[in-house]
């Protein structure tokens, strides 16, 4: 076969101003000084990809919260674990947070920093002699208060947050559960039986635990129904929580209430496949945005809340 000589004198083009591009110099960075405020610095992000997602992000929960819509905050038990239980207390203060859902792992860092002022064992060190998981208070002291909960028909949420609040343990104000309690907020918790070390102790009540963490979800279930034009944030929660959440607003739709309009965000240090799917896409499709914000929750949180407290100010 013969080739063929291409004339390129021939070529069709077009002016580069006719022609729409996707990056443009007016979006760029602005140049910084190093004594910007936390708003300043956020006007001068460039207006690309996740810098653009957070500044929507921000924009959707004070416009959420200026209209008296609800948001909610899901969580893993990590999110605890980096230190950023005082910045979602300074949001359910402000009144910005109307709820909060956790897996069950969650009640277990948040207690036993409430006890005893540390938590997070070093699981490799105590899997070969069968010592993980074995702390006693830990054991003990949250099965109780999930018997003893359960007993008086309460979610396991506020059966663990009295127990804190009211026992005075000596770093209840640090406790999520605990100070939620006495502000009479909600907080559910979406128990696996099996996946937390309690499940292994003797106190251990499968039916207490299986009753209340259920009563927590039909609460959460009556949360997710008042979200229309609100926004829910997944923040670290990789697998219970995106379920939980997917069931929630299918639920609530089906008995008949609107839950539309609504901005749904991811936040973890991966891309999973249910946060996308079950948090971002389904319960936005049609009606709604979803977003997702790849990166440590130890930077990224507290950069999300110092900019709607900065907003709050304006």
Not at 67 to 86: E, F, Y
Not at 132 to 155: K, V
Not at 279 to 308: C, D, N, W
Request: glycine share 12%.
């Amino acid at each position: 076969m013969d080739n063929i000589e291409l004339d390129k004198k021939k070529l069709g083009t077009y002016p580069l101003a006719s022609r729409p591009s996707k990056v443009s110099i007016n979006h760029f960075a602005g140049k910084l000084t190093g004594r910007e405020r936390v708003g300043d610095l956020l006007d001068k992000l460039p207006g690309f990809l996740a810098a653009d997602d957070l500044k929507n992000i921000i924009s959707a929960i004070i416009t959420a919260f200026r209209q008296q819509r609800s948001i909610l905050l899901g969580m893993g038990a990590h999110v605890i674990k980096v230190g950023l239980t005082p910045l979602i207390l300074q949001l359910v203060e402000k009144g910005i947070l109307n709820g909060i859902a956790l897996n069950g792992a969650g009640i277990i860092h948040d207690f036993e920093l409430a006890y005893a002022g540390h938590t997070s064992e070093e699981v490799a060190a105590g899997i070969t002699g069968g010592d993980f998981g074995m702390a006693q208070e830990t054991g003990e002291l949250l099965n109780r208060a999930i018997l003893l909960g359960d007993r008086e028909g309460l979610g396991l949420g506020a059966a663990v947050g009295r127990m804190i609040w009211e026992e005075k343990l000596p770093n209840r104000e640090m406790s999520l559960l605990g100070q939620c309690y006495r502000m009479q907020i909600p907080v559910t918790v979406h128990v696996a039986i099996g996946t937390d070390i309690i499940h292994m102790h003797a106190a251990a009540d499968g039916a207490a635990i299986g009753r209340s963490s259920f009563k927590d979800f039909d609460k959460f279930c009556g949360l997710v129904a008042q979200l229309e034009g609100g926004v829910y944030i997944n923040l670290g929660s990789a697998v219970i929580l995106p379920e939980v959440f997917l069931k929630a607003i299918s639920l609530a739709r089906n008995l008949g209430h609107k839950v539309d309009n609504l901005t749904t965000v991811n936040m973890d240090f991966n891309r999973h496949y249910r946060p996308f799917e079950n948090v971002v896409k389904r319960p936005t499709m049609g009606s709604g945005q979803g977003y997702q914000l790849i990166g440590h929750h130890e930077i990224m949180f507290p950069l999300l809340v110092a900019g709607i407290l900065a907003q709050l100010e304006e």
